[in-house]
């Protein structure tokens, strides 16, 4: 059964680094998205993509963040000069058209 | 804008015995529901979804979910659970209207199973 990965699972990082997080969406998905749930809170929604760009994004999602789809299987999130309130679980999901979304693992990220 | 609401935070329940997770929605056009599992250190897997037609839709793991758009909920229901269902709940809606189908989250209810 096709499924969404994600890589790492488990990112340790210094404040003020800067992070890549890394996920294949799920072959012949279109939408791809970026949800964070801080321990204990509800999952929120960061950034959708489509066809080669964002097509909408949360006010979380400041000038810290970016997205990438460099290659046409990978989507990235990369965090610039993290912060301690970064520290989450970052999931990457994907989606056909409008079905059901499909989410990986996640990663989380510890700021330290 | 669009907002869930779990009513429930914790959940108690003994196994075997019936249970109920409240879900109810505000969006002012037709959604697209959403139930996900989350169990520890895992990801989000997809319980049921309602998108149309029948309002009472049937998911994984004996799970079934009851769509009710004069009441705006979307309670889940098991009949009869099991230690294995512990794990936290989530009610999520998309408003499919056209739009990046984005998901909202509730605030997650944790079910905890008891012997």
């Known amino acids: 059964e096709p499924e969404v990965t994600q890589t790492p699972s488990h990112q340790v990082t210094q404040m003020g680094q800067e992070v890549i997080l890394r996920c294949v969406p799920i072959?012949?998905?279109?939408?791809f998205y970026w949800y964070r749930q801080i321990l204990g809170q509800k999952v929120e929604f960061l950034v959708s993509f489509y066809n080669n760009e964002i097509s909408e994004k949360s006010e979380i999602f400041d000038d810290q963040f970016s997205v990438e789809r460099p290659d046409g299987s990978n989507f990235t999130l990369k965090i610039r000069s993290t912060k301690l309130e970064d520290s989450a679980m970052y999931f990457c999901?994907?989606?056909?058209?409008?079905?059901?979304?499909?989410f990986g693992q996640g990663t989380r990220l510890t700021v330290v | 804008a669009q907002s869930v609401t779990q009513l429930d935070s914790q959940v108690p329940v003994f196994e075997e015995a019936p249970v109920e997770l409240r879900c109810n929605y505000s969006?002012?056009?037709?959604?697209?529901l959403f139930w996900y599992v989350q169990y520890p250190n895992q990801g989000l897997q997809l319980l049921l979804k309602?998108?149309?037609?029948?309002?009472l839709v049937k998911g994984i793991n004996g799970f079934e979910a009851e769509f009710n758009k004069s009441q705006t909920s979307f309670h889940l229901r098991k009949p009869s659970v099991h230690i294995s269902d512990t794990a936290e709940y989530f009610c999520?809606?998309?408003?499919?209207?056209?739009?990046?189908?984005?998901?909202?989250f509730g605030q997650g209810t944790t079910l905890q199973v008891k012997p």
């Open positions: 999520a809606v998309n408003t499919g209207s056209g739009n990046t189908g984005k998901l909202i």
């Open positions: 072959s012949n998905h279109l939408y």
């Open positions: 999901a994907s989606k056909q058209g409008r079905t059901e979304a499909f």
């Open positions: 969006s002012s056009v037709s959604v697209y």
């Open positions: 309602y998108l149309s037609g029948s309002t």
